[in-house]
């Protein structure tokens, strides 16, 4: 029998899935068979894990799927075949260097993850932007963050979450939008409910089309039309208003742009809006009461608001709540996104998106250029803006972008609008894959492959979603010839004969990164490597070397807006997704099932998560299904303009009608792609953030017909 006895030696590390960032301890026994713990002295978990998080070992003992060699292919008629490192890294150079000789640097571009540790992320930054000459280096936190980066930056002046975990159990009044942690954010969702059943007068407000888990919970649920949040958020505000709920001394004191919004926010009455939101005027009462009269307001939100067209707008709609009420920078209040990777945070600190630059610095500002182009001992840095996650496959699909670097992320099921990704990586001259997994799609595309080592396999640092840094160990090998990332990374810079990434050890990267934030908003140069790993996680800023860490923000209501005054925006409430028509009558909406991560190359292999939900489905209203002549558990077609999904039939009444919901996790099953949801996608996109429309596509929905 496989028992986990005998176990030695404990290994403090984080869990790699969610923004949640859980401590995690790992024990490894004499033959090297690991069993992982919640780490009982971790601030944000305190011992428990979710189901993912308990089944991390099992990810890390399966080497049966991994990449464990170097593979390469002289054109896309060939199999690939094993290379060694030498040859990988030096053709992959010399293509580079051949295709910017003749296309310029914007030809080729990197594709990177939120999964990615920060040293990887500060490294792959640096590598493109100060070295290739291109800011064309994105990641796929652009598919769940950005909208939220754009309206933090608007409103407070920087991307900031102001609190803390720590103020969950301060809060009088929570509104989770367009989230559903009960299932997303499990160890978050269970500090809520443990806090609400101690303290019964504490309110829950849910915002979603779908009776989700998390509505358990809810004292009020608010099934709102998708499309429709910026009109339920200013018919909250102006029932705020109205009943004077709102805090007018910060509002006069430390913020902008009030008129703006109640000018919006009164062109419409609210039983107009309880309509257009189809949710009872009464439930928009009473949940704006329930905020008006909360002691600590706490709004939590994550992709169903940040995945729009008008994703930015959403934003600042609902970042206007807690300004009007003056809910921030105070114990239980504030607004508070929910992060969905467990490095998004990390990302943005160092830069690793088109639209960034490294210390939350600005590209656009030629003060900031230059600081970090001294910092990396460049001249200058490129003034081009970079493309971001679905400009670059487009730039690909048209021939003017040439290669693509993609590391720790598969595209082929997680990019909206599939077709138009299949178009982009078969037209690309040449395609990187480096990851951990033989399972990505993406590799079907490759040009060279490059094994890289996983969770436990390689160490490093995440920031979670309440700016906590925290630190993950190495507590195994990595297999055959897989490589950390950071050393993939700096041996093809040297490759490239680029000075500045002779560094030995991924401390050396996290320490140089805390010496370039001095003197900016996310300052933690007072951290360095030796600090975390001894003390395991704090939350920034950390100026200096005795400094404790910064669990709240804006204390002293001093934004960072050029006046310091938070600003509020009355933003226009209209959706600018297509509209369905008679072929396209319903409303997609593409999310998470509960035990799957992201396209399943880790969560998929292990059995007992897969036990939970293990096909795909679609979710439909009863009487939408009753319209097409549909029965529970039937294999229908769901499709549109861009392509077609084949599930099986899932007749709920927590749906609302007109909506149909479509788990993200599956590609291919039984070889063929049509459980992939992003098959129906669109690649529209939010004007600022540029964050694509994952919640609102038109499709059709029919029994399927065996041809
Ligand atoms: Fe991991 Fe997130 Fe689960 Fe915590 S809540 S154990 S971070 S997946």
């Not at 598919?143 to 979450?161: E, F, N, P, R, T």
């Not at 958020?233 to 008129?259: C, N, P, S």
């Not at 009007?324 to 920078?329: A, D, K, S, V």
């Not at 009863?622 to 007749?651: F, W």
Request: hydrophobic content about 35%; glycine content about 8%; aromatic content about 8%.
């Amino acid at each position: 029998m496989h028992t986990r006895a005998n176990t030695v030696t404990p290994y403090k590390t984080t869990c790699s899935y969610c923004g949640v960032g859980c401590g995690i301890i790992v024990r490894k026994d004499s033959k090297g068979r690991l069993q992982v713990e919640g780490d009982p002295e971790h601030p944000v978990n305190r011992g428990v894990l979710c189901s993912k998080g308990r089944n991390l070992h099992y990810v890390v003992e399966d080497k049966s799927d991994r990449l464990l060699y170097p593979e390469m292919r002289w054109n896309r008629h060939m199999p690939l075949q094993r290379v060694s490192w030498e040859q990988a890294l030096e053709r992959t150079a010399a293509v580079f260097k051949a295709l910017m000789k003749k296309y310029g640097p914007d030809s080729v571009g990197f594709y990177v993850s939120g999964q990615c540790l920060t040293e990887e992320y500060y490294l792959v930054n640096k590598l493109t932007k100060g070295f290739l000459g291109t800011n064309n280096i994105d990641t796929n936190s652009r598919l769940c963050m950005s909208s939220a980066v754009a309206g933090y930056k608007k409103a407070l002046g920087d991307d900031i979450v102001p609190g803390s975990y720590d103020d969950i159990e301060k809060a009088g009044c929570f509104l989770i939008a367009g989230a559903n942690p009960a299932w997303c954010h499990p160890i978050l969702f269970r500090r809520i409910e443990q806090h609400k059943e101690q303290n019964p007068e504490v309110k829950l407000i849910v915002v979603d089309p779908r009776k989700t888990q998390t509505c358990a919970l809810a004292d009020i649920h608010l099934q709102i039309r998708p499309g429709t949040d910026i009109i339920l958020y200013h018919a909250m505000a102006r029932y705020l208003i109205e009943q004077d709920w709102v805090d007018w001394k910060f509002i006069a004191r430390h913020t902008e742009g009030f008129e703006s919004l109640k000018q919006v926010a009164f062109e419409r009455d609210l039983d107009e809006a309880a309509r257009r939101c189809e949710v009872p005027v009464e439930q928009i009462k009473e949940a704006a009461r329930y905020i008006g009269e909360a002691n600590g307001f706490l709004s939590m939100w994550a992709m169903g608001v940040n995945q729009s067209v008008v994703g930015v707008n959403k934003n600042l709609a609902l970042l206007n709540l807690s300004l009007i009420t003056g809910q921030i920078g105070k114990p239980g209040a504030g607004p508070f996104s929910l992060t969905g990777q467990p490095n998004a945070m990390g990302g943005r600190e160092v830069g690793g998106m088109a639209s960034l630059l490294a210390a939350h610095l600005n590209p656009a500002n030629p003060e900031h250029r230059q600081k970090v182009a001294d910092f990396w001992g460049v001249k200058s840095l490129s003034t081009t803006s970079g493309l971001t996650a679905t400009e670059m496959f487009e730039a690909l699909a048209e021939g003017k972008m040439k290669a693509i670097w993609i590391i720790c992320t598969n595209p082929m099921v997680s990019l909206p609008n599939s077709n138009l990704v299949e178009k982009a990586l078969q037209k690309a001259r040449f395609v990187v894959v480096q990851d951990i997994s033989k399972k990505a799609d993406t590799l079907a595309y490759a040009d060279v492959v490059l094994p890289a080592a996983g969770w436990g396999e390689k160490e490093g640092t995440m920031t979670n979603s309440e700016r906590r840094i925290s630190y993950l160990s190495k507590f195994t090998e990595a297999p055959g010839e897989a490589r950390p990332d950071v050393e993939i990374l700096w041996d093809f810079a040297r490759k490239m004969d680029f000075e500045g990434f002779d560094y030995q050890s991924p401390a050396e990267v996290f320490n140089e990164h805390c010496r370039l934030t001095q003197g900016t908003k996310i300052d933690i140069s007072g951290l360095g490597y030796e600090r975390l790993q001894r003390e395991r996680s704090i939350q920034w800023p950390v100026p200096d070397k005795k400094h404790p860490g910064t669990p709240r923000l804006f204390t002293d209501h001093r934004f960072y807006t050029g006046n310091e005054r938070a600003r509020i925006f009355g933003v226009p409430s209209e959706n600018a997704s297509e509209t369905t028509t008679p072929d396209f009558p319903l409303v997609l909406i593409t999310g998470r099932i509960r035990d799957q991560w992201h396209t399943m190359t880790r969560t998929g292999k292990v059995s007992r998560l897969n036990q939970h939900i293990s096909q795909p489905f679609v979710e439909i209203h009863p009487e939408d299904a009753h319209e097409r002549g549909l029965k529970n558990g039937q294999v229908v077609e769901v499709y549109n303009s861009r392509g077609r999904v084949r599930v099986t039939v899932k007749i709920t009444g927590t749906i609302k009608r007109g909506v149909v919901f479509l788990p993200m996790h599956w590609g291919k099953v039984l070889n063929k792609s049509f459980a992939r949801a992003n098959n129906l996608t669109s690649n529209r996109v939010d004007p600022v953030s540029k964050e694509p429309d994952f919640k609102y596509s038109t499709v059709q929905v029919l029994p399927y017909q065996k041809p």
